[in-house]
């Protein structure tokens, strides 16, 4: 091969033109008050900005609208039942909207529930999709399983149609929320905090589930590939990245509800963002978790730091760099001596002009 990967790779920007943002702004799933922020935290931070920058041709769809909900009671141990299922389905509307219009989207949270409404849109969509749910956590706790009762623990449990059986039917919407993808379609990399009823669930479904053990033994290269592979056997399904901010180290993502040490570093996490990129397979990504309320305003800083970096790397940009389609090495005009470099910009800006 002529220089690394020279002919795989082209390093022009705007493979994805068309690109639905659409905000998802909920904290219920959960018990700290911010994620709702996460949205406004992630546009203010320069996300489409960056986006526009490498290629992207960016259309807000604006943020799903969870309204309030009054007495939302607990429905057994799950809190908030009514108004997750709300904005759910809200988000699974603007999803399926943004996805037929645009082809690509990126959803910005908001807790991981999230996820129900972004997958349920996606799946309306594109039924077939592999789900790579990158997280320290496995989040299919059942209600029954959950310690927490938080359904930014649960989101899997409620859109994987083997455990039906194993979900009560809720009050408050939950009957218009159905599951829509398979165990199969799944694959987590990055676990590094899963519960025992998590655990069991994993085992009894023979689910593809990489933990940062996976990691640490095959590297991530390999992780990634037996993943793929896993969910995406013959290379032409449509891809649904769920990136929750805690899969990577607390180190770059501190503003996060529930961190975990020992995570995804910023070169393994920006490895599979590229990687999923060079599909061309991408349909979807979400980003989850961002939290601007906790920390100083440093780590609040660095995580949307991350998060927007990451998100830019799934979407096309690389560390390998980029140029755009017309870009053209500046020729310097035969007739302008080179005297300084100074004074060849300026002259060249003069002679064209
Ligand atoms: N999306 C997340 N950060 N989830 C954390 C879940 C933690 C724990 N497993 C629970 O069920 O509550
Ligand atoms: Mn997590
Ligand atoms: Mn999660």
Same mark, same amino acid.
């Given at each position: 091969m002529n220089g690394p990967d020279k002919l795989r790779r082209g390093s022009i920007t705007g493979q994805w033109k068309q690109l639905g943002l659409v905000g998802v702004p909920v904290s219920k799933g959960q018990k700290k008050d911010g994620t709702e922020k996460g949205p406004a935290s992630l546009r203010d931070g320069g996300l489409v900005e960056r986006l526009t920058d490498i290629g992207c041709d960016v259309k807000d769809y604006g943020d799903a609208d969870f309204g309030e909900v009054n007495e939302d009671q607990c429905y057994d141990n799950v809190k908030n039942p009514r108004s997750v299922a709300q904005g759910t389905l809200k988000t699974a509307d603007m999803v399926e909207q943004a996805l037929r219009t645009e082809g690509h989207c990126l959803a910005i949270g908001g807790d991981h529930s999230m996820a129900i409404g972004t997958i349920m849109g996606h799946a309306r969509v594109n039924p077939d999709m592999a789900v790579l749910w990158i997280d320290a956590h496995a989040d299919i706790n059942t209600p029954?399983?959950? +310690?927490? !009762?938080?359904?930014? !623990?649960?989101?899997? #449990? $409620?859109?994987?149609?083997?455990?039906?059986?194993?979900?009560?039917?809720?009050?408050g919407g939950w009957e218009d929320?159905?599951?829509?993808? #398979?165990?199969?379609q799944i694959a987590w990399i990055g676990l590094?905090?899963? +519960?025992? /009823?998590?655990?069991?669930?994993i085992?009894?479904?023979?689910?593809?589930?990489?933990?940062?053990q996976e990691v640490d033994r095959y590297g991530i290269r390999e992780v990634l590939e037996k993943a793929i592979k896993a969910v995406d056997p013959d290379g032409d399904k449509p891809i649904h990245v769920s990136f929750d901010v805690d899969a990577m180290d607390p180190a770059?993502?501190?503003?996060t509800g529930t961190p975990v040490s020992g995570g995804l570093s910023v070169r393994e996490m920006s490895y599979i963002a590229e990687e999923v990129a060079d599909t061309g397979r991408l349909a979807m990504? +979400?980003? =989850?978790?961002?939290n601007p309320n906790l920390g100083s305003k440093q780590d609040v800083d660095n995580?949307?730091? #991350? =998060?927007?970096?990451?998100? =830019?790397? $799934?979407? /096309?940009?690389?560390?390998? /760099?980029?140029?755009?389609?017309?870009?053209?090495?500046?020729?310097?005009?035969?007739?302008?001596?080179? #005297?300084?470099?100074q004074t060849t910009r300026q002259e060249i800006v003069k002679h064209l002009s």
């Open positions: 029954l399983t959950s +310690d927490s !009762g938080n359904i930014h !623990g649960m989101p899997l #449990s $409620f859109l994987a149609k083997e455990l039906d059986q194993y979900v009560p039917h809720m009050p929320i159905q599951a829509c993808i #398979s165990v199969e590094r905090d899963v +519960d025992p /009823g998590e655990r069991k669930i085992e009894k479904y023979d689910m593809n589930a990489f933990s940062m770059h993502t501190p503003s990504v +979400d980003v =989850a978790e961002v995580t949307v730091k #991350s =998060a927007i970096d990451i998100a =830019a790397r $799934f979407f /096309g940009n690389r560390r390998q /760099g980029l140029c755009p389609p017309d870009y053209d090495i500046p020729v310097v005009p035969k007739n302008i001596r080179r #005297s300084s470099i």
